[in-house]
């Protein structure tokens, strides 16, 4: 169970979510979640301290995630050429690459409530590349990723009894 922020930790669960990407797939597949925004507001809903960000960007998360305890991502990732080119897509892409100069001390969680965020890929120097490694080389205790696609509204409903019973303990 994710215990309850110490005295003088942060106790925000900041909720991002992404519906309308700017960019497009390129298969010219549909970016669009519908469920992504409703999964991050009934998330933010189980906390007291709590903070939703609809139609979030790379600053919304590079930024204020930084100060977050729990940080749940509700949107599209993409792998497009192998672990390095990993990306969060938020309004705009946040890659992998800008999260190795993210630092978040109090991080406790970090869900990647999104396709395929677990995928690694190891360097020629022998490290291991993930949208997953890069939150915990930023200090996240945990990170819970996908190694296969998702359906938005299941995982909508698989998140929410996950918090259900984490605050339960």
Same mark, same amino acid.
């Given at each position: 169970?994710?215990?309850? *922020?110490?005295?003088?930790?942060?106790?925000?669960?900041?909720?991002?979510?992404? $519906?309308? *990407?700017?960019?497009?797939? *390129?298969? !010219?597949?549909?970016?669009?979640?519908?469920? &992504?925004?409703?999964?991050?507001?009934?998330? !933010?809903?189980?906390?007291? &301290?709590?903070?939703?960000?609809?139609?979030?960007g790379p600053d919304d998360l590079l930024?204020?995630?930084?100060?977050? =305890?729990?940080?749940?991502?509700? #949107?599209?990732?993409?792998? *497009?050429?192998?672990?390095?080119?990993? &990306?969060?897509?938020?309004?705009?892409?946040?890659?992998?690459?800008?999260?190795?100069?993210?630092?978040?001390?109090?991080?406790?969680?970090?869900?990647?409530?999104?396709?395929?965020?677990?995928?690694? $890929?190891?360097?020629?120097?022998?490290?291991?590349?993930?949208?997953?490694? #890069?939150?915990?080389?930023?200090? #996240?205790?945990?990170?819970?990723?996908?190694?296969?696609?998702?359906?938005?509204?299941?995982?909508?409903?698989?998140?929410?009894?996950? =918090?259900?019973?984490?605050?339960?303990?």
């Amino acid at each position: 169970a994710i215990s309850r *922020p110490a005295h003088g930790r942060p106790g925000v669960v900041l909720a991002l979510s992404q $519906e309308h *990407p700017s960019q497009e797939h *390129p298969s !010219g597949k549909s970016l669009l979640l519908q469920h &992504a925004d409703q999964e991050a507001r009934e998330i !933010g809903g189980l906390f007291r &301290a709590s903070n939703v960000v609809s139609d979030a960007g790379p600053d919304d998360l590079l930024q204020r995630g930084k100060t977050a =305890y729990i940080l749940h991502v509700a #949107a599209h990732a993409d792998n *497009p050429g192998g672990a390095w080119q990993s &990306a969060i897509l938020l309004r705009q892409p946040v890659p992998v690459i800008d999260l190795q100069e993210f630092v978040a001390p109090h991080l406790e969680m970090v869900v990647l409530s999104a396709c395929e965020t677990q995928g690694t $890929e190891v360097s020629k120097t022998d490290e291991a590349v993930s949208l997953q490694r #890069a939150f915990l080389a930023a200090g #996240a205790h945990t990170v819970l990723a996908s190694l296969w696609k998702v359906d938005d509204d299941t995982t909508r409903e698989l998140m929410l009894a996950f =918090y259900g019973f984490l605050r339960r303990g």
